[in-house]
């Protein structure tokens, strides 16, 4: 089978026009999201990452599978929140900014990721941020340790 240069020209055309396209998809971060089906905040947040760009997947869990996924994956029962990301060999957990979730990305520290214990108000997905307390994101280590990622002042 011989091309005609017709072919050729539509197809190069095609390619050209797509290439930004696929370009996209490929710098667009993909997080797993496991979560109770039942928790609103955890709803917002997962709103929030799609907003900022990120494909999101969602996979119920709740109770002691949760808890147990997060353990055997190296977020400390103090660093718990209620629902867990994974993107790109990295745990997100709780209610942590999208803008900290990219700073993770762009930096990668040798860790298990990042968690924002609790609940805090004005975190994402947990009400306003002009109306936000005061938290922490923290960066957990591989040995459970863990420091001050970022911190949010009171608004």
């Not at 993909?30 to 709103?47: A, F």
């Not at 306003?128 to 911190?151: C, M, Q, W």
Request: charged share 25%; net charge negative; proline share 6%.
């Amino acid at each position: 089978m011989q091309l005609t240069r017709r072919q050729i020209i539509t197809a190069a055309v095609s390619l050209t026009s797509i290439a930004p396209f696929a370009a996209i998809a490929q710098g667009t971060p993909s997080i797993h999201v496991l979560k109770d089906p039942n928790c609103g905040c955890c709803r917002v947040w997962v709103d929030i990452l799609r907003a900022e760009g990120f494909r999101v997947t969602e996979e119920r869990s709740f109770g002691t599978l949760l808890v147990r996924h997060k353990l055997d994956n190296g977020i400390p029962q103090e660093m718990m929140s209620c629902h867990t990301g994974e993107i790109d060999g990295y745990m997100i957990e709780g209610h942590v900014p999208t803008a900290d979730i990219r700073r993770l990305l762009d930096e990668r520290p040798d860790a298990v990721g990042l968690a924002v214990p609790g609940m805090p108000y004005g975190s994402p997905g947990m009400g306003p941020e002009d109306k936000r307390e005061a938290y922490n994101v923290f960066l957990i280590r591989r040995d459970g340790s863990t420091e001050v990622f970022t911190s949010y002042d009171a608004a």
